[in-house]
């Protein structure tokens, strides 16, 4: 297998250091580390207006940034990429702007699927709370997977937005958001309801097109996919950035502003990206793809993962008393294990296993109806990168092991 750990410096500055918490936050390349440093010492600036050489290369990288992300969404207008802070400020962005906008009433519905993470559940739930919407969540199958018959069943007129995740943060469990583009055509026609992906999960993992997902607006986290912390990407059709009024405004996204009134930007992005931007953020993230380019891109990333996958897999069975939570079926999921080991809590389990330097979480992993729906209120977590090996699952499972027959 290639090894790609030698592109991620905090494993030569840590070499025991077996990190199996992707899904948490990825580990940055040297690339991602070393392009945000050089921009900080030679070029930063302010963009926007400044017509002096170091302002006009910071505004040329911001805007590369976002060229580099709707390349590899299949985005053919960059200006319809908008940066913030994170997946759960997009969704609460996103949410608020739609109900500021009346695209929400009242007695409306909202579809999510209990899996959500609480990013794209607790946003609606507000909204429910503070305007009499109704949030519905689909069931998912005996094997994981988004309950389709559920699904329809739960397609009612009042329904006016679909929001799920393309890939769990638990089950790791792909779904299949295309049949669900077909599945809203079919019942809606035109009339469609707006139709929000969560990305977070797999953007980090395999080549995601909003043209073939058929959506109104997808977003993801940049600290999942290589860059650094506080950069979410939301990507919506012109159309409907165009028709939302947004929450926030002020410098840069305003047309003009009297004493006694102001209007939005027409433009985009400016529209939703009001104050200056986290220029180093986005910098890192024009980094972070240009080193998936770099590595030949997505298609070596997802073939990494399947044999990672396939592997630990077939480890998981072997296991005594461990109940894995997610499919056994390699091609339906990523790099995500749960698991629960009967017997002991999933806080003891981490804390031995952190003792020996490998880096897995205990918890509910902001899923907590899925986790109430399963009956289980504590569960370890395992999650793979590209920069995993087999000798960092012989080590997990190994040490994992050793845990339970010290702490049974
Ligand atoms: C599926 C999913 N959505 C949203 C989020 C929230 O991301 P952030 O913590 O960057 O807001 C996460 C983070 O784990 C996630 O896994």
Redesign the pocket.
Same mark, same amino acid.
């Given at each position: 297998m290639q090894d790609f750990k030698k592109d991620f410096p905090i494993f030569q500055n840590n070499p025991d250091l077996v990190y199996l918490d992707s =899904? *948490?936050s990825s580990q940055k390349p040297a690339v991602v580390i070393d392009g945000v440093a050089d921009y900080l010492r030679n070029s930063y600036a302010n963009i926007h207006r400044g017509s002096y050489v170091i302002s006009e290369i910071s505004e040329k990288l911001y805007e590369d940034s976002k060229k580099i992300v709707a390349k590899n969404l299949w985005v053919e207008n960059w200006r319809e990429i908008i940066y913030t802070a #994170? /997946?759960?400020y997009a969704l609460n962005i996103l949410a608020q702007s739609i109900w500021r906008t009346g695209l929400l009433k009242a007695g409306d519905t909202v579809l999510l699927s209990i899996v959500e @993470?609480h *990013?794209?559940v607790v946003p609606w739930l507000i909204l429910k709370e503070d305007y009499g919407i109704n949030v519905e969540f689909i069931g998912v199958n005996d094997n994981y997977d988004l309950d389709y018959n559920d699904f329809r069943d739960k397609l009612t007129d009042t329904v006016k937005i679909v929001s799920l *995740?393309h890939v769990s #943060?638990t089950t790791g469990q792909i779904f299949d958001l295309e049949n669900v583009s077909s599945l809203l055509a079919v019942r809606y026609g035109k009339q469609k309801p707006l139709f929000i992906i969560?990305a /977070?999960?797999s953007v980090p993992h395999f080549e995601v097109d909003v043209k073939k997902l058929w959506c109104d607006a997808l977003f993801f =986290?940049g @600290?999942k996919i290589f860059a650094d912390s506080w950069i979410w990407v939301l990507w919506a059709k012109e159309e409907l950035l165009n028709t939302l009024k947004p929450i926030f405004s002020g410098g840069g996204a305003i047309g003009m502003v009297q004493e006694s009134s102001f209007t939005h930007s027409q433009k985009l992005p400016d529209k939703f990206e009001p104050g200056t931007p986290n220029l180093s953020w986005a910098v890192s993230l024009l980094r972070a793809f240009e080193y998936i380019e770099s590595i030949w891109g997505y298609s070596i990333l997802e073939n990494h993962e399947q044999t990672l996958v396939q592997y630990t897999l077939e480890k998981f069975l072997w296991l005594e008393g461990v109940r894995l939570i997610g499919s056994l079926d390699a091609k339906k999921r990523v790099g995500v294990f749960t698991f629960v080991v009967e017997g002991i809590h999933s806080l003891d389990i981490s804390d031995y296993l952190a003792e020996e330097n490998i880096c897995i979480r205990a918890g509910q992993h902001?899923a907590e109806p899925f986790m109430i729906s399963l009956w289980v209120n504590h569960t370890c977590r395992m999650s793979l990168q590209v920069y995993n090996t087999q000798e960092d699952i012989d080590r997990f499972f190994d040490v994992l092991l050793q845990a339970i027959s010290e702490l049974k």
């Open positions: =899904t *948490a #994170n /997946s759960t @993470h *990013a794209n *995740a #943060n969560d /977070s999960q =986290t @600290h902001c």
